[in-house]
């Protein structure tokens, strides 16, 4: 019984910040690949940051880099995404997932991953 549950999506101006939150529960296993994912509309799924939750790797789209930092909270099980500098292209439906797996380093594609949350609107104009 998994639920990822997302929040803190809204509209802000260009080169203003968001914080993305993804509250986790049921996940079965002590070690995940943990990941925020965007999605525009007519698009395919696109891998924005992910983390390693028993190493503590993480890894960004070129895109996102030196904007972004995704970071886990082991003891609440939360999932954070700080959004700096936030450009009109970061504009898109942000989904939080999850995978059992531990390869996370070659987890870049949404194929790769079991769990997904709902999704919260992000809106940059």
């Known amino acids: 019984h998994v639920q990822l549950v997302e929040s803190g999506g809204g509209s802000v101006q260009a080169g203003g910040s968001l914080r993305l939150s993804c509250a986790a529960s049921?996940?079965?296993?002590?070690?995940?690949?943990m990941g925020w994912f965007r999605q525009a509309p007519g698009q395919e799924p696109e891998g924005v940051a992910r983390?390693?939750?028993?190493?503590?790797?993480?890894y960004y789209a070129d895109s996102v880099k030196g904007r972004f930092t995704i970071s886990h909270d082991k003891s609440k099980n939360t999932l954070d995404l700080q959004m700096n500098t936030l450009k009109a292209e970061d504009s898109a439906l942000y989904y939080c997932a999850a995978t059992g797996d531990g390869e996370c380093r070659d987890y870049k594609s949404s194929r790769d991953f079991s769990f997904w949350g709902q999704g919260t609107q992000v809106t940059v104009s």
């Open positions: 983390i390693a939750t028993g190493s503590g790797n993480t």
């Open positions: 049921g996940l079965p296993y002590s070690q995940y690949c």
